[in-house]
């Protein structure tokens, strides 16, 4: 959607990109603990390695991981701080990965893409529209897998969240997604779990998971 509907509310892709970037640049160092996410690896250690698409890559853990693992990985992310911090710390760790600074969901992948769509702890916002989103649920192949993972927030969690400009029900969350997947695909996993192996200075929020197989 352009930028100037909803560029009052910070919703643009400049905006945002510009929002992202000033978290990110709010340390010199890595803003994230460099290891892949615990769900991604107990969801992800049993399939078959294809193509993934890593949405939202941040720092590039999860992608790197994947890559390390057999994929053939693109990994994109709004933020071009988190993406030149993914590229050299694949090139660090010899990943071969496909690095893309954008907005996911302005994004034209070929529909039936990828094996793996994984979305960890997703930030899309609502206002891009249902259309975009079920366009890049349309890059899940038949037969492939879309991992989403959220945050199980509470009120207290919302209200810090809020506190900090931050409006959960600004953007896509799982009963959101739930809905936009339809008939094309199974759910196999609708739930809510201790997350596994949080950062040490990270509140331990529950994971909401949600895992799907495109019919």
């Given amino acids: 959607m352009p930028e ?14 510009d929002e992202w970037d000033a978290r990110y640049g709010e340390r010199e160092g890595a803003r994230w603990s460099g290891r ?31 890559a390390r693992n057999g994929w053939t990985v693109t990994a994109i992310d709004i933020s071009e701080v988190a993406v030149g911090r993914a590229r050299a710390a694949a090139e660090l760790a010899g990943a071969a990965v496909e690095w893309i600074c954008g907005d996911v969901l302005q994004m034209a992948f070929p529909t039936g893409s990828f094996a793996l769509v994984s979305m960890q702890y997703p930030a899309l916002p609502k206002a891009a529209g249902e259309v975009a989103v079920r366009t890049l649920l349309d890059t899940v192949r038949p037969g492939g897998l879309l991992l989403a993972v959220y945050h199980d927030l509470d009120d207290e969690h919302r209200e810090h969240m809020k506190s900090r400009g931050v409006d959960p029900a600004d953007y896509v969350d799982a009963d959101d997604l739930r809905q936009l997947l339809g008939d094309d695909f199974t759910v ?5 779990e201790p997350r596994i192996d949080p950062p040490p200075d990270t509140p331990h929020i529950a994971d909401v998971v949600l895992r799907a197989r495109r019919r």
């Fill in 4 to 17: 100037d509907q909803h560029g009052e509310k910070g919703f643009g892709t400049a905006a945002q990109a």
């Fill in 36 to 66: 892949p996410n615990g769900r991604l690896r107990v969801e992800a250690a049993g399939l078959t390695p294809g193509r993934a698409l890593d949405v939202g890559c941040g720092e590039g853990a999860d992608a790197i991981w994947l």
């Fill in 188 to 192: 196999e996993l609708d739930t809510v």
